[in-house]
């Protein structure tokens, strides 16, 4: 592997039973960057997510991280290098946050044992990198849902990990909880040196906030290969692009100095 390289993909391929959802998918991702997937749904981003967290084993194909195969590591020294905030988290039970957030420790804390001081310290730090330190008596059951996203968040940075698997961080959200939480993520990634992989559904977001993004286009019978473009976003979304991925025409507009997508 490269010296600057965080994450390979190695022609990756995955089916669920005759359905085959990605196809040949290989990728370089350089460390500290912020990697977006964009495309329609069913176009395999939530699966490629997993599998680079060792979730699910691709029917072929491998992933590296750190110069290492991700399914020959073991799960608590795994997620000691990924943190990963899936799209869908349900806490039924009150725990207050600062509780929640040190559940992120358990890669570092033995079994039947307590979190030591360092574990303590870690929670603290987290919560005050997410901005919710404010929250950490509170309930989690009585939070905003951006108040949640932020905590589980600040879960998968208590792990310390080097590298940050977000899906769909910004899904219910209102328009300003979007901005600031993608506007934290990208901070997080420069701040802590942390390769961020993230899946978004607006190619807007992906543009503003990524350093490359992975464009991808759902398999049907008489294409082979999910991946349309990577690279940098000015590169890998564009009109024909776009066409290719969602079935529908765009143009690039340019608004004080930023791209934007603007369909026709």
Partial sequence: MKAAEGIRVDEVSMAYGSSKILDGVSLSIGKGSVITMVGPNGCGKTTLLKIINNLLKPDRGRVFVEGREV????????ARIMGYVPQGHKISFPFKVRDVVITGR????????????????????ALVLTGISGLADQSYT??????????MIARAMAQQPSVLLLDEPTSYLDFKNQILTLKMIKEI?????????????????????????????????????????????????????????????????EVTGRKLLLPL
């Fill in 71 to 78: 399914n020959s590591m073991p799960a608590h020294r795994l």
């Fill in 106 to 125: 358990m890669p570092y804390i033995p079994a039947f044992s307590s979190p030591k001081r360092e574990d303590l310290e870690k929670t603290e730090q």
């Fill in 142 to 151: 009585q939070i905003s849902g951006g108040e949640r996203q932020l905590v």
């Fill in 189 to 253: 990634s420069r701040s802590r040196k942390v390769t961020v992989i993230m899946t978004l559904h607006d190619p807007n977001h992906a543009l503003m906030f990524s350093d490359e993004v992975v464009l991808l286009r759902k398999l049907n019978g008489s294409r082979a290969g999910n991946v349309i473009a990577f690279g940098p976003p000015h590169e890998a979304i564009t009109p024909k692009n776009i066409q290719a991925a969602y079935g529908v025409e765009v143009e690039i507009a």
